[in-house]
């Protein structure tokens, strides 16, 4: 999925969904984003979100992996 700069792309084998975000994210397309990724939640077990392709992660993109870290808590999802 694109969105602007920025793009995601979910992958789910052997129940653990791995969440690759890339290019630039920020203000202009991280709620978009997020809307997209939150689908991962339904697919269960550990998640990987691999951010080695972005070139930028804005303050929004910082509070979309915090919201990330407390969704997992409270489904004690482990998740890197």
């Known amino acids: 999925i694109t969105v602007g ?3 995601l792309h ?5 129940r653990v969904t791995v969440l690759t975000v890339g290019g630039e994210v920020d203000k202009s397309n991280s709620d978009r984003l997020y809307a ?3 689908r991962m939640f339904t697919f269960g077990g550990p998640l990987i979100v691999d951010m080695a ?7 929004s993109g ?3 992996l915090l919201d990330i870290a407390h969704r997992c808590d409270r489904q004690h999802r482990p998740w890197v």
């Open 5 to 7: 700069c920025g793009w």
């Open 53 to 59: 392709p972005l070139s930028f992660l804005g303050v």
């Open 10 to 14: 979910v992958q789910v084998e052997a």
């Open 36 to 38: 997209h990724g939150c």
């Open 62 to 64: 910082y509070r979309i």
